[in-house]
């Protein structure tokens, strides 16, 4: 029974990489890109692992690891690229505060 | 019903190694690479459910901490250079 409930979870981690994908397609500027790049795979990741976990409950120490790695890392370095290509001088496509910086 | 879902992650892997390929500026190029590592990771947690075997998910750890390093390492070089 839980072994249908872990391929549940596996289809939609699948479904939130697909997801993640096309915005990276579809994104108009390095900095939605990023966002939609980093943060739907974290949560797709997560979903992979929790599904692989209910379909293989003897493998829970090594998912459980992957999983605390994954959350310490994705973050983090997303937040170096964001960094990095703001000092590399990358500008909002769509910037709602334009005219106040006048 | 997993290849169903390895074809779906393959695609969207596709998808992603377009960006890598276009992509106008390098931060671009960077976080389709990164995109890539964390979606082949997730797959190396597939197949060691299709193959049944606990040792490719060590080596998916190890590839997650390679795909970090690389893209921090890029990071670090947009920023201040060599």
């Known amino acids: 029974m839980f072994e249908y409930l872990g391929y549940l979870f596996i289809f939609f981690g699948v479904m939130a990489f697909l997801v993640s994908s096309i915005g990276l397609f579809r994104m108009p500027d390095i900095y939605t890109r990023m966002h939609v790049g980093t943060k739907a795979t974290t949560i797709g990741t997560i979903l992979v692992i929790i599904g692989a976990i209910l379909t293989e409950p003897s493998w829970a120490f090594k998912l459980i690891l992957l999983a605390i790695f994954i959350l310490i890392t994705n973050p983090l370095s997303s937040s170096v690229i964001a960094r990095a290509s703001h000092s590399d001088g990358e500008v909002l496509e769509v910037d709602e505060l334009k005219e106040a910086q006048k | ?82």
């Open chain 2, 1 to 82: 019903m997993f290849e169903i879902v390895v074809i779906l992650l393959m695609l969207s892997m596709l998808i992603a190694l377009y960006r890598f390929l276009k992509g106008p500026t390098l931060s671009d190029r960077v976080v389709a690479f990164d995109v890539i590592s964390v979606m082949s990771v997730s797959l190396l947690v597939i197949l060691s459910l299709y193959f049944q075997r606990s040792l490719y998910l060590d080596i998916a750890l190890v590839f997650g901490l390679i795909g970090f390093l690389g893209a921090t390492i890029f990071g670090r070089y947009i920023e201040r250079g060599i």
